[in-house]
């Protein structure tokens, strides 16, 4: 609760250092480097992963909240369902970070069934649209201006 203003108004922009929710990153295809080489490698693969991003964000009247992330990076996980589109088989499993502007992520680590470096293009789901109970502030909330003087205050405890 100290990380938090005394007061929190409904309608109103507030900013915190970091924020922060566990991801499920989704790819398509990776460039990976085999033996000297790059090759580009159509896969399917979903993991789970942790997001630190920049934004501001916003408590709705209606019990929401809108986050509108800028930067974001974080650490992942996850596995390559797909090979050549072959379903049958696991075919990668990779950890490593990610970095990104707006809804694409550049992926890059390593990949411990392939046995290479390897980059990655994709999306992610992060589990703040799901839940926003997860959503987590690190370092101090302040507001970006001044709130409105019709704005409805909040309950801290609904949140906090």
Known sequence: MRKWPDTVYF???Y?????????????FS?????????????????????????GKFIFNEND????DPVFFFGLIADAGLSNDFNLRKLTGFFTGGFIGFGA????????YIAQSTTIGLGGRIDL?????????????VRELRKHKRA?????MNDYA
């Open 15 to 27: 900013r915190a250092t970091l924020l922060g929710s566990p991801t499920i990153p989704i790819s």
């Open 30 to 54: 990776k460039i990976e480097l085999i033996n000297g080489k790059y090759e580009v490698t159509p896969t399917v693969s979903i993991g789970f992963g942790y997001t630190w991003f920049t």
């Open 64 to 67: 929401k909240i809108t986050i």
């Open 104 to 111: 694409f992520s550049l992926f890059g680590g390593y990949d």
């Open 128 to 140: 703040f649209t799901l839940n926003q109970n997860t959503l987590k502030p690190f370092g101090k």
């Open 151 to 155: 704005a409805p205050r909040l309950k």
């Open 11 to 13: 309608n109103t922009a």
